[in-house]
């Protein structure tokens, strides 16, 4: 493929950096929940 | 719902596992089935995640003035409205950060130059800064009512400046057109599998968002409601110091 | 909210009078941001070191150094009303936060209008821009209406941070990318105004229009926003 480097590398930033906010977010979540009750938590 | 972990419910997870099928099924078409395009050639696989970025980024900044709006507006004030809209905008930023780095990408392939001060280009960059300055201003401090109304106001203001700034960069640049760019609304013939990718993107990146919304501003309310506590435990601490 | 009695008009005239005669008994714009902004044209001289490249872009470097004094001015015109929590206590004693918002961008413009003055004038001097009788007109119109524009906005943004900590790294984050449609609109007229580059006066009336639309919306953004920014 032409210009494969720019190609899988604008793929790859794009997989990296929304990859790394949705860990991110995940694991916020769930470190918050750790010390939350059940009444912060509507969802659960 | 038995087991909980976090921020997560049975239903995000199940959006969770429908929107990484998605996002693969969407590298496997994107980049290896699909043909290369008779104009850009194989650049316009770039397209197939730049495009959805800009349109969730959209999205994002307009479910966040729509929040805003609701939260002004209504009569009981759920901070609930701020948290999306917060959560939203911090989002927006993330994709426009992405579709500013792809897109600058295409466009040295393209154009020959990472960056051309084109109308589109250049607002796009501002909406960038504006809602890196709407985060900004949620990181401010003092209540959470203050937070929602200083925010809240400010995503309305966005949505009013927005098109003003593009419409001012697109005045500066028709008097100043030396900037020879390749016309980027050159016709793109797109056949069935590049359109059903292209659309396949849009859907798959609109369910990530809506993924990351939840989450985020579960996290959010906790964030919240953890500040609220630790306030409170405050109040009483200086209420017993007091009494005693 | 009401006014308690007092008329709007009275309310803003107060305010901006108020504003105007802190600033004029500290002295500041005049010791201090007026000297920083000609400093500025100064340095811009310095970086641009050819007397062809500064004629041509003295518009620009007039606009420049006036955002920048701007910033400084915006931050003095809140730090005076959020030390002793002036602001509150006139919340409290219900006066139209619409008629303090007008006050303040009044003051802010006068101040404003001043130092672009002094800046046009400097470009005069030190750059060797030389204008016709209708350039000149045509400069004070583009002053004026762009000082409206950045006023409004200015004094909107300034309320928003008031009283908060960080608000002077905030400031420019907010303001900067507001007011670049008046950067252009300002800049592209008093080139016309100025001549520079080989443009003609008439070719600047259609930015003043785009300065015009900025000031109308944002002047009239500001009266209704503002209450409930520093609201609560």
């Not at chain 2, 104009?39 to 479910?63: C, D, E, K, N």
């Not at chain 3, 918002?101 to 006068?110: E, S, Y």
Request: proline share 2%.
């Amino acid at each position: 493929m032409e210009h494969a480097s720019f190609i899988f590398g604008s793929w790859i930033i794009t997989a990296v950096s929304v990859g790394a906010y949705a860990i991110w977010v995940l694991r916020r979540g769930r470190e918050l929940a750790k010390q939350a009750t059940r009444e912060e938590m509507p969802w659960t | 719902m038995a087991k909980t972990s976090g921020t997560g419910t049975s239903a995000t997870r199940r959006l969770g596992i429908v929107v990484i099928l998605m996002l693969a099924t969407l590298a496997l078409c994107g980049l290896w089935f699909s043909a290369e395009d008779v104009v850009q050639g194989s650049t316009v696989r770039i397209m197939y995640i730049h495009v959805p970025s800009i349109w969730t980024a959209y999205i994002a900044f307009g479910l966040a003035a729509l929040c805003s709006g609701v939260y002004l507006s209504g009569k009981n004030r759920s901070l609930a409205w701020d948290r999306v809209a917060g959560a939203s905008g911090e989002i927006g930023v993330l994709f426009v950060a992405v579709s500013l780095v792809t897109g600058s990408m295409w466009g040295r392939l393209t154009w020959g130059t990472y960056w051309v001060w084109d109308a589109r280009l250049t607002s796009t960059a501002f909406l960038f800064i504006t809602y890196v300055g709407y985060l900004a201003v949620r990181q401010l401090g003092g209540t959470h009512r203050q937070r929602a109304r200083r925010s809240s106001v400010l995503a309305l203001l966005a949505i009013l400046e927005i098109p003003l700034v593009h419409f001012s960069v697109t005045l500066w640049r028709s008097l100043h057109q030396e900037a020879s760019v390749a016309n980027p609304n050159a016709k793109v013939e797109l056949d069935g599998l590049m359109l059903f990718s292209l659309f396949l993107g849009l859907v798959a990146f609109t369910m990530l968002f809506v993924w990351l919304v939840l989450h985020r501003q579960r996290a959010m309310m906790l964030e919240d409601a953890f500040s609220d506590r630790g306030l409170d435990v405050a109040i009483t601490a200086r209420r017993n110091e007091a009494g005693a | 909210m009401s006014t308690t009695g007092i008329s709007k008009r009275r309310v803003v005239i107060a305010v901006a009078r108020k504003d105007l005669t802190i600033e004029w008994n500290s002295r500041i714009l005049v010791n201090q941001v007026a000297p920083f902004a000609a400093i500025v044209m100064v340095l811009f001289a310095f970086a641009l070191d050819n007397d062809g490249i500064l004629q041509r872009v003295a518009p620009g470097l007039v606009w420049l150094a006036t955002l920048f004094s701007m910033l400084v001015v915006i931050q003095r015109s809140f730090t005076v009303e959020s030390a002793d929590g002036a602001l509150d206590a006139l919340r409290v004693a219900g006066v139209d936060m619409g008629a303090i918002f007008m006050g303040k961008t009044i003051a802010l413009m006068v101040q404003l209008f001043v130092l672009e003055l002094m800046l046009v004038a400097t470009a005069v001097i030190l750059y060797g821009v030389e204008m016709t009788l209708a350039g000149f007109c045509e400069a004070i119109v583009t002053l004026v209406v762009a000082t409206i524009g950045l006023g409004s906005v200015g004094t909107l943004y300034g309320g928003l941070a008031a009283g908060a900590r960080g608000r002077e790294t905030l400031l420019p984050l907010l303001l900067l990318p507001a007011v670049a449609p008046v950067l252009i609109g300002a800049t592209r007229a008093t080139e016309a105004a100025f001549g520079s580059g080989g443009t003609t006066v008439s070719e600047g009336w259609p930015w003043i229009g785009l300065l015009l639309v900025f000031a109308v919306l944002f002047s009239a953004v500001g009266t209704v926003a503002f209450g409930p920014l520093v609201d609560e």
